[in-house]
């Protein structure tokens, strides 16, 4: 079974935003499955969300970490009318983080779900 995990900065974003958790699981579904909008490279890619009520087209940016395996990191997120994209100068460090991520061990993960600095999304939402 896929685990699905919010960075900090991703669920302060989460919270101001038209999406849910059940949003973001439909989402990597749709990502196992091969419906991608972009692979940026280092493990992340880009997928397009439509909020409830919209559609992708002008709705929701998220970018996700992975392998395209068991794990998952939500690690940014936007609406398409406040930016067009990320910058070129983001991508590295967004690559970065999905190394990182990615590199995890079991226990390090552990510890850092224990610490706040990733919450892991639950599948009975």
Known sequence: ???LFKTRHFA???RKSPLSDADLLRAVDEMARGLIDADLGGGVFKKRVAPPGQGKSGGVRILVATKREERWFFV???EKNDRANI???ELPALQDLASD?????????AADLA???LEEISHER
Do not use: H, I
């Open 1 to 3: 079974m896929n685990r």
């Open 12 to 14: 302060r974003w989460l």
């Open 76 to 78: 940014y997120g936007f």
């Open 87 to 89: 910058t070129p100068g």
């Open 101 to 109: 991520l990615l590199g995890l061990s079991n226990a390090r993960l």
């Open 115 to 117: 610490e706040g600095r």
